[in-house]
């Protein structure tokens, strides 16, 4: 898999020259070179380079440029909901190796270092829980039944995404109105805060679809409050 410019990648801060960044990409599990300047760690003056990153610390980056060998990261343009994603899916591959390793041992880094030639630890291992003969062409069929075995009794952690929104209006029967519109929402769990302002969550397997479920609903909601002559606003 090939790095390419819009890209979310992993790196760890290897040092830190001046005003710029060295970082190490975990590019399907083989270190590479990149670099982030001064105006790219966060947006505004940066009085403390060390206040947002600091030598062997794990950040979440997004490739602006990739000239030869160079690649130019940036810190400030990932989102929060970025950052979560990549932090999850390292956290996962990291369980994945350790399954692995508890089935066939010291194996395991040259097993892990054949797969990564091709692909991503996550994306193998979702793809193996669908069809097992993925795994049976690297370890022997016993030891895949195996690792089959310990990822089918896993039980996945759900994703929780949650916002926050106003919803208003003036009309007499307001109350009753509101109480009908969000009665009708079915897929998310909504939680009156104070005067107006609620809360909103939805969950998932993965995040992503976690957080297309909210943004369908939020979107339903936007639209008929309009009809309704609601107020209503995302926080």
Request: aromatic share 4%.
């Given at each position: 898999m090939?790095?390419?410019v819009?890209d979310?990648v992993l790196?760890?801060?290897d040092?830190?020259?001046?005003?710029?960044?060295f970082?190490?990409?975990?590019?399907?599990?083989k270190?590479?070179?990149g670099s982030?300047?001064?105006?790219?760690i966060a947006?505004?003056?940066?009085r403390n380079?060390?206040?947002y990153?600091v030598p062997?610390?794990?950040?979440v980056?997004?490739i602006?440029?990739i000239?030869?060998?160079?690649?130019?990261?940036?810190?400030?343009r990932?989102?929060?909901?970025?950052?979560k994603?990549v932090?999850?899916?390292?956290?996962q591959e990291?369980s994945?190796?350790?399954?692995?390793?508890?089935?066939?041992?010291d194996?395991v880094?040259?097993?892990?270092?054949q797969?990564?030639?091709k692909e991503?630890?996550?994306?193998f291992?979702?793809e193996?829980?669908k069809?097992?003969?993925?795994?049976e062409k690297l370890i022997s069929k016993?030891?895949?039944?195996?690792?089959?075995?310990i990822?089918?009794?896993?039980?996945?952690?759900k994703s929780i995404?949650?916002?926050?929104f106003?919803?208003?209006t003036t009309e007499?029967?307001?109350?009753?109105?509101?109480?009908?519109?969000?009665?009708?929402?079915?897929?998310a769990e909504i939680n009156?805060?104070s005067?107006?302002?609620?809360?909103?969550?939805?969950?998932?397997e993965e995040i992503?679809?976690a957080?297309?479920?909210?943004q369908?609903?939020?979107?339903?909601?936007?639209?008929?409050?309009?009809?309704?002559?609601m107020l209503?606003?995302?926080?």
């Amino acid at each position: 898999m090939e790095l390419e410019v819009g890209d979310v990648v992993l790196c760890t801060v290897d040092r830190i020259e001046k005003t710029i960044v060295f970082v190490k990409i975990e590019n399907l599990g083989k270190p590479t070179d990149g670099s982030i300047i001064m105006s790219e760690i966060a947006p505004g003056r940066i009085r403390n380079i060390r206040d947002y990153v600091v030598p062997k610390k794990k950040i979440v980056c997004k490739i602006l440029r990739i000239s030869g060998d160079r690649i130019d990261l940036s810190l400030r343009r990932v989102t929060q909901k970025e950052k979560k994603e990549v932090m999850e899916r390292d956290k996962q591959e990291r369980s994945y190796i350790s399954i692995l390793k508890s089935v066939i041992g010291d194996k395991v880094k040259d097993i892990v270092k054949q797969i990564r030639e091709k692909e991503t630890i996550y994306d193998f291992f979702e793809e193996i829980k669908k069809d097992s003969k993925k795994i049976e062409k690297l370890i022997s069929k016993k030891d895949a039944e195996k690792v089959l075995t310990i990822l089918k009794s896993q039980k996945k952690k759900k994703s929780i995404i949650k916002k926050y929104f106003t919803l208003k209006t003036t009309e007499p029967n307001g109350l009753v109105l509101i109480k009908k519109l969000l009665g009708n929402i079915k897929d998310a769990e909504i939680n009156y805060i104070s005067a107006g302002k609620y809360s909103i969550k939805t969950e998932s397997e993965e995040i992503k679809k976690a957080d297309q479920k909210l943004q369908d609903i939020l979107e339903k909601l936007s639209k008929e409050s309009k009809k309704n002559n609601m107020l209503f606003s995302l926080k």
